[in-house]
C-alpha cells in the first residue's frame, strides 16, 4: 500500500452539479499531483500542488480547480460537470522540491456524470 | 504526433513466454522515464524507473534509448500475475514533475 487515500471511492452525479474529490497524501509527501484517467487512456495530468500552492497545470479548464491544505491533504473540484468527465481521478503524492522524486497513487475516485 | 505512443496490444502470450513492449517520446528534453502497472480498476504502481544505462529487476528489464526516443520493458518467464495493463510515463526538465502517460499496454499471460 502507498499509504495515500481517497474518498469517496466512486461517485455518481449529473450534469451541471458540481463535485469534491479528497486525497491524503503520504506521510512525510508535501506535493500532490491530480490527474484524470479515462476509460482505456493512460492518467492525464490536471495539475500539482506544492506546499500550497499550484505548482503548474494541465490541458483542463478552469472549472477544474484544486486546493492543498497544510496537512498537504488535497481538494479537486470540478463545476459544471460534463458528461465527459466520467473517469478515474487519482491523486499522486510526492516528496517535491528541487528532484521530483516518485509519485505514488492512490486508489482512485470513480466519478459517473450521467 | 502524440507525445508518448504505446501499441496498446492486447498481447496475448503463453506462460513462459517472453514479451517486450515500447513506447516512443516526442519531447527530446524529457529527462526521467518510468513503467507502472495498472491492474484492472486499480491504481497505477510504479514497476520500475528507467535508467540511461538500463536496468533490471528480476524478471523485468528496461532500456532507453535517447537517439531513436524510446524506452523499452522486456518480461522474462511470464507469468499468470504478470497480467496487466503497463504504462510508461515520462517527466519533462520542468520543475512540476508532470508526468506524461502513454495508453498503456494490455498483457495477457495464458496457462
Known amino acids: 500500500e502507498t499509504g495515500v487515500t481517497q474518498s469517496p471511492t466512486h461517485l455518481i452525479k449529473t450534469r451541471g452539479q458540481q463535485v469534491t474529490l479528497r486525497c491524503s497524501s503520504q506521510s512525510g509527501h508535501n506535493t500532490v499531483s491530480w490527474y484524470q484517467q479515462a476509460l482505456g487512456q493512460g492518467p492525464q495530468f490536471i495539475f500539482q500542488y506544492y506546499r500550497e500552492e499550484e505548482n503548474g497545470r494541465g490541458n483542463f479548464p478552469p472549472r477544474f480547480s484544486g486546493l492543498q491544505f497544510p496537512n498537504y491533504s488535497s481538494e479537486l473540484n470540478v463545476n459544471a460537470l460534463e458528461l465527459d468527465d466520467s473517469a478515474l481521478y487519482l491523486c499522486?503524492?510526492?516528496?517535491?522540491?528541487?528532484?521530483?522524486?516518485?509519485?505514488?497513487f492512490g486508489p482512485g475516485t470513480r466519478l459517473l456524470v450521467l | 504526433r502524440k507525445e508518448v505512443e504505446q501499441d496498446p496490444g492486447p498481447f496475448n502470450v503463453p506462460e513462459g513466454a517472453t514479451v517486450a513492449f515500447n513506447c516512443t517520446y516526442s519531447?527530446?528534453?524529457?529527462?526521467?522515464f518510468f513503467w507502472y502497472r495498472q491492474d484492472c480498476r486499480k491504481e497505477p504502481k510504479l514497476l520500475m524507473s528507467v535508467y540511461s544505462s538500463g536496468n533490471e529487476d528480476g524478471r523485468f528489464t528496461a532500456q532507453l534509448n535517447r537517439a531513436s526516443q524510446y524506452i523499452s520493458l522486456l518480461i522474462r518467464d511470464s507469468k499468470l500475475s504478470d497480467s496487466a495493463t503497463y504504462l510508461c510515463?515520462?517527466?519533462?526538465?520542468?520543475?512540476?514533475?508532470?508526468?506524461?502517460f502513454g495508453q498503456g499496454t494490455t498483457l495477457q499471460v495464458k496457462p
Open positions: 519531447n527530446s528534453a524529457s529527462q526521467s
Open positions: 499522486a503524492s510526492s516528496l517535491g522540491g528541487t528532484g521530483m522524486k516518485t509519485q505514488y
Open positions: 510515463a515520462f517527466r519533462s526538465s520542468s520543475n512540476t514533475g508532470k508526468l506524461i
